[in-house]
């Protein structure tokens, strides 16, 4: 067999590292036909028959491939390998040599899968318990509509000034004084306003998480299902399990095509698609919040990205990353997601640790670049500043709603 070989010429290497293993398939030519050798780091070298070829040729298909003078090398190991080595003995080692590989992929796969499981149930339990979070802060909203109720007579009579309001309140079956403390320097009408507006989005936001909480629970569940699976499921299943997991959570769920996508060869060789100059997170209402990624993917967001109604948010005097609120033409931004905005803004900058943070925030369309700047660097011509005192659940359940 080996003088057969040894008069044949290479036609074609493959390379693939398929697990920790870098294997190589040649073709080699040889009198009147195409005869097909395998080498693998650790396992030696045989021949192939056509059943251990097809199945070769299918772990291979995907997986990172090593570079060409790592696969020539391989070839080398061959050529060596096959010297005084019968035919029989060499197809036998072929098939031993496939089946530990195709063994070591599977187990690969198994155990990729596992992890990319175990992470994103990790996410969506975070996720849980930042919406359980939002929920449990909204059940005060009736009780909150109610108390103002009761001062809405006395707001419509106090005086210009006035410092609190005080009301009778028979909810109990007898009567009580009631107090509510007011800012002298606004209306009392307003400021009650603000707790009726209050009150209404903390409703609506609960709406919003009930339906979010049922999502992530019920995503939660069909995740625990396939990992329970996975540990028995035969190797064919792998496949329609992690099927079954990026269904249940497309946002959550992160697996490589090929556990061997991983390594660092394929690191080095794959290209990777851009990134967008931003990151994006949703508001407790849904509403988008856009990140800039660095200083020069800032001026990305801010030029090329936001439009002129967005609104554009950064933490004043400091270094740090512009943050958009998209909006539709002639709409405010609600004064919720404009605190939220507000947050991500003085996280994602040089202030990130420091309790009151002031914001700048405009229309994008009052920003201008002037030739030559620095990269992120921007002159605003119209500002509002807001003092944030920051407040770290909401920051905590924001970056758990990163959008991915």
């Keep these: 067999m080996d003088r057969e070989l040894s008069a044949g ?65 391989l070839a080398q190991e061959a050529a060596r390998g096959l010297e005084g080595v019968e035919r029989e003995e060499l197809l036998a080692r072929g098939a031993r040599i496939v089946e530990e590989v195709a063994h070591g992929e599977a187990r690969g796969r198994r155990e990729a899968l596992g992890r990319a499981l175990s992470k994103a149930m990790a996410r969506v339990r975070r996720r849980i318990e930042a919406v359980r979070g939002d929920l449990a802060r909204s059940d005060g909203a009736d009780a909150l509509a109610q108390r103002a109720q009761l001062f809405v007579a006395e ?57 979010r909480l049922a999502e992530a629970e019920s995503a939660l569940a069909a995740l625990l299902e396939v990992a329970r699976a996975v540990p028995a499921a035969p190797e064919p ?34 290209a990777q698609p851009a990134l967008p100059p931003f990151r994006t997170f949703l508001a407790s209402s849904g509403a988008r919040i856009l990140v800039g990624r660095s ?76 030739r030559g700047s620095a990269p992120g660097l921007v002159v605003v011509d119209r500002e509002k500043v807001l003092v944030l005192r920051r407040e770290e659940e909401r920051l905590r359940a924001l970056l758990e709603r990163e959008a991915t």
Aim: charged share 30%; aromatic share 4%; net charge positive.
């Design 155 to 211: 707001a419509a009579r106090a005086p210009r000034g006035a410092a609190k309001l005080v009301a009778v309140d028979w909810s109990s079956g007898e009567p009580r004084e009631a107090e509510l403390k007011l800012d002298p320097a606004r209306g009392a009408r307003e400021q009650l306003d603000a707790l009726f507006t209050r009150s209404r989005r903390l409703k609506d936001g609960a709406r919003i998480g009930r339906r």
């Design 295 to 370: 200083a020069e993917r800032n001026d990305a967001l801010t030029f090329h990205v936001a439009r002129p109604h967005d609104l554009w948010l950064h933490a004043k005097n400091r270094t740090g990353s512009h943050v958009v609120v998209p909006l539709e033409k002639s709409a405010s931004c609600p004064a919720e997601v404009l605190v939220e905005a507000a947050h991500l803004a003085a996280h994602f900058s040089e202030a990130r640790d420091e309790s009151v943070v002031e914001v700048q925030y405009t229309p994008r369309r009052y920003l201008r670049k002037p």
């Design 9 to 73: 010429y290479l036609q074609k290497v493959r390379a693939a590292r398929l697990g920790a293993r870098e294997v190589a398939l040649l073709e080699l030519r040889v009198p009147g036909e195409t005869r097909y050798v395998v080498v693998a780091q650790g396992l030696g070298v045989g021949v192939l028959g056509g059943t251990e070829r097809a199945r070769l040729k299918g772990a291979m298909a995907g997986a990172a491939k090593p570079a060409q003078a790592r696969a020539l090398a």
């Design 237 to 270: 299943e792998l496949a329609r399990l992690t099927t079954l997991a990026r269904t249940a959570a497309p946002r959550d769920f992160k697996l490589a095509s090929s556990p061997s996508a991983h390594s660092p060869a394929a690191a080095r060789g794959a």
